[in-house]
């Protein structure tokens, strides 16, 4: 069989996409009593999903180009499939708790991780909108699927709406972006840009299409929807945003410019350092304000988002090798942070305000701990792996002489750090809350994982970091 014929590469996209209609079915004839069985079985789908793309990858292109396995897909595929695994399993309690266990849930997160998997594998624009719309589609469902929830409800309108916005802007871009150069896909539009002077309705059309992607990664001034959908979705909802999603679109992102218009990078370069200056910044001294703590993670999610385009604008492989390793530490300490905020839960109701984790420390000294040696992690106190996340950034932003962006990068750490410390006083030095109601063990075995990973993360940088190298040599 002719190799773009083979869908050997698509194989994990494949075994997804029937598995999803399978569970579906099982869903709508078993009713109810069929949700813990679809969950279980979602689990199992993502993990063979990853087995496949770990033990036998079958590297190359398919659907005539449009869709390609290398190594950079590869490594973001499976850690993709570990957060939306992980979302799913840190959900069971919680459903079951506030009585929304419905069998749609893991059926839409199993389809949006479907959508993630094809915008990372995107070669071409066409592949890149479809793999973009499918996971949004089912996001907006997601967002909105506690029904008996007035705030639930909003949170999925507000996406919805502000999506459907930022949907019609890349596609915008993407059209312009055909209309000047005659390709759709990435290797065409990269040689067009090579041998021809750039025109400035190719520009407009780049604007346009990181317009598009700066919304799905919640970078400022794109960045709306963030706060408001974070707090008004249902918590594991929110943790599965800030996770899985995040990882994917800032793949797509780096998969966009760095390849079809690695030839304009100069074009490029200060749209994206304008984003990441803004994006850290207002992540820093907009969450000082927050009294909820998802809404405290979703500017933290913002300002994040900032210091991984910094590594993106430096556009060299040290550049992709360091958002690679950014978005890999910034999945793991965002879980193990949603699984303490999914434990806040006082006789039969969850509590989301700061002020409820005073005392922490008397109460849970083990949660307290392991929170708070997550949240040092995110202000990027060494030796712990936000710090080595943040070096390798700056560390390629210097290397590409962009130094005003590093000491922005650095001077927005540290009034970031001030929310986090913020936290840990309140746990450890005022006066103890009622305590918690006990952590349900699948929280307690991703928070473990996840503060091992932070805490030991010096003792395996090596290994990550040359994952990481492997990845981004894929572009250069």
Request: glycine share 10%; charged share 10%.
């Amino acid at each position: 069989m002719p190799a773009e014929l083979s869908l050997l590469p698509a194989l994990p996209e494949v075994i997804l996409a029937l598995g999803a209609l399978v569970l579906l079915m099982i869903g709508a004839f078993g009713g109810d009593k069929a949700t813990p069985v679809v969950t279980g079985l979602s689990v199992a789908l993502l993990v063979v999903a990853a087995a496949i793309l770990i033990f036998a990858p079958a590297p190359g292109e398919t659907f005539a180009g449009a869709f390609v396995l290398d190594p950079f897909a590869r490594l973001m595929k499976v850690v993709t499939l570990i957060g939306s695994g992980v979302a799913i399993a840190m959900s069971v309690g919680y459903a079951r708790a506030q009585k929304f266990e419905r069998f749609e849930y893991p059926v839409l997160i199993v389809i949006a991780t479907l959508g993630m998997m094809m915008m990372i594998s995107a070669n071409d624009l066409i592949a890149l909108y479809l793999g973009l719309e499918l996971q949004s589609l089912a996001l907006y469902v997601v967002a909105a699927i506690n029904r008996d929830s007035v705030r639930s409800t909003e949170a999925g309108l507000k996406y919805f709406v502000l999506g459907a916005l930022s949907s019609g802007m890349l596609l915008y871009g993407a059209s312009l972006v055909y209309g000047f150069t005659g390709q759709t896909s990435f290797a065409g539009i990269a040689a067009v840009l090579a041998e021809s002077e750039t025109s400035l309705g190719l520009v407009f059309g780049l604007v346009f299409l990181i317009a598009g992607l700066a919304f799905k990664v919640s970078a400022v001034p794109f960045h709306m929807w963030t706060p408001d959908v974070y707090e008004g979705a249902p918590t594991p909802v929110t943790a599965f945003f800030a996770a899985a999603p995040k990882v994917a679109a800032m793949t797509m992102f780096i998969r966009v410019v760095v390849g079809p218009f690695a030839p304009i990078t100069a074009d490029w370069q200060q749209i994206i350092a304008f984003i990441a200056i803004a994006s850290m910044l207002l992540g820093a001294f907009a969450a000082i304000g927050q009294s909820n703590i998802k809404r405290l993670m979703a500017y933290s999610s913002i300002g994040h988002m900032g210091f991984a385009l910094v590594g993106l604008a430096a556009g060299s492989e040290a550049g992709v090798q360091g958002v690679v390793i950014y978005l890999l530490i910034y999945m793991a300490m965002t879980l193990g942070a949603f699984a303490c905020i999914l434990s806040m839960r006082r006789r039969d109701a969850m509590v989301e305000d700061i002020g409820d984790l005073a005392g922490l420390s008397k109460t849970n000294p083990i949660m307290a701990f392991m929170l708070a040696m997550i949240l040092f992690s995110l202000a990027g106190i060494p030796p712990l792996a936000g710090f080595f996340a943040k070096f390798y950034v700056f560390l390629a932003a210097i290397e590409a002489n962009l130094y005003a962006l590093a000491v922005i990068g650095v001077l927005a750490s540290v009034v970031g750090a001030y929310y986090y410390l913020r936290i840990v006083k309140i746990m450890y030095f005022d006066e103890p809350a009622e305590g918690f109601e006990p952590m349900p063990i699948e929280l307690r075995l991703v928070l473990g994982v996840s503060g091992a990973f932070v805490l030991l993360f010096a003792f395996i940088a090596g290994q990550v970091g040359e994952a990481a190298a492997m990845a981004a040599r894929t572009f250069f």
